[in-house]
């Protein structure tokens, strides 16, 4: 395991412990899409499903439930603990135009026609995808609060790490995942306009709107 697999959970796991901490500290969900959340819980529930039949280390292991904790923590928050707060009016991506087309393309390519190897090529399909519906709440309301700003940069970064982690190991030990690999590169294009607009634009708090005291920054007015 090269030092890009790494740090690439390593940004993965920040991401997730902002977004996380956000939402305890200010006891608000406002600017979070629950969706790309429910979205990233599947990724990782039909990802993991071999935790209780493969092991390959202990960092793997850890790694895999911390992220299954996270994910549905984070659920648990948006849709149960913290729901008078989630804006439901803003999060209205339609998750079967990602679904459909994620489950078809899981049934066609593979690389091994089981079930555990299609629901591992779902969510790695459906990784690359999950984020559009936050992506598509922040270009809805041209606002995104700065913790939600920091979690999609580590996010994004968390893919970059990933690629630069394929292009070591197909040059140290000659492994190509086409899979895996695509899916990335596809994901992390989703990121290039986001890093754009958090490098170049200027980050302003506005007034927090009546009963949200949730900072906010113009990312797309």
């Not at 608000?28 to 071999?50: E, H, M, N, P, W």
């Not at 039949?53 to 994910?71: E, G, H, W």
């Not at 459909?100 to 990784?127: A, C, K, M, R």
């Amino acid at each position: 395991m090269n030092v890009f697999r790494i740090l690439g959970d390593l940004s993965h796991l920040l991401a997730m412990i902002l977004l996380l901490g956000k939402i305890w500290r200010s006891k608000c969900c406002a600017g979070i899409s629950g969706k790309s959340q429910i979205l990233f819980a599947l990724v990782f529930t039909t990802r993991y499903l071999d935790l209780f039949t493969n092991f390959i280390s202990i960092y793997n292991t850890v790694m895999k439930v911390v992220f299954l904790l996270c994910a549905y923590v984070t659920v648990y928050m948006i849709y149960g603990k913290f729901r008078k707060t989630f804006d439901s009016e803003n999060d209205t991506f339609r998750l079967e135009f990602l679904l459909v087309p994620v489950i078809g393309l899981s049934f066609l390519e593979n690389y091994n026609f089981t079930p555990l190897e299609i629901l591992w090529t779902f969510s790695i399909y459906l990784e690359s995808v999950a984020i559009l519906p936050q992506l598509f709440m922040i270009s809805k309301t041209g606002e995104a609060e700065t913790i939600t700003t920091h979690y999609l940069f580590f996010l994004g970064l968390y893919r970059a790490l990933y690629l630069a982690n394929w292009i070591r190991r197909y040059q140290t030990e000659n492994f190509y995942d086409q899979i895996a690999v695509v899916s990335g590169v596809v994901q992390t294009i989703f990121y290039c306009d986001f890093f754009y607009l958090y490098v170049t634009k200027d980050r302003c708090t506005l007034p927090p709107p009546l009963g949200n005291r949730c900072s906010r920054s113009r990312l797309f007015a």
